[in-house]
Nanobody, 130 residues
């Protein structure tokens, strides 16, 4: 059984930064794509970013492009979401998710689709104040 545990959320002022971590256990995610989603109060879950198993392909929502960066450390079985220049509209619960394994197509189209992912973390709250 795969478990994903997010951490690093918290309260930050607008313009600040946070780095979220997602630690995986139960399976090495070395050969798997990973994704980040978020759900703001009263809104639908939305795609934030995704990364191929090789980390060569990275995809971002337009709303976070150039501010957020996704990375992975396979040795630590951990994926990160570096969030800079945070805005109040970034306030949400952030979730990481395990995507398809290497050899299975993972383009922007797949990255943005929640059905692509097989396991999800419980989420970590990010609150950006004005």
């Amino acid at each position: 059984q795969v478990q994903l545990v997010e951490s690093g959320g918290g309260l930050v002022q607008a313009g600040g930064s946070l780095r979220l971590s997602c630690a995986a256990s139960g399976r090495t995610f070395r050969g798997y794509a990973m994704g980040w989603f978020r759900r703001a109060p009263g809104k639908e879950r939305e795609f934030v970013g995704g990364m191929t198993w090789s980390a060569l392909g990275k995809y971002y929502a337009d709303s976070v492009k150039c501010r957020f960066a996704i990375s992975r450390d396979n040795a630590k079985n951990t994926v990160y979401l570096q969030m800079n220049s945070l805005k109040p509209e970034d306030t949400a619960v952030y979730y990481c998710a395990l995507g398809p394994s290497a050899g299975i197509i993972f383009t922007m189209n797949e990255a943005t689709n929640p059905d692509t992912y097989t396991y999800w973390g419980q989420g970590t709250q990010v609150t950006v104040s004005t």
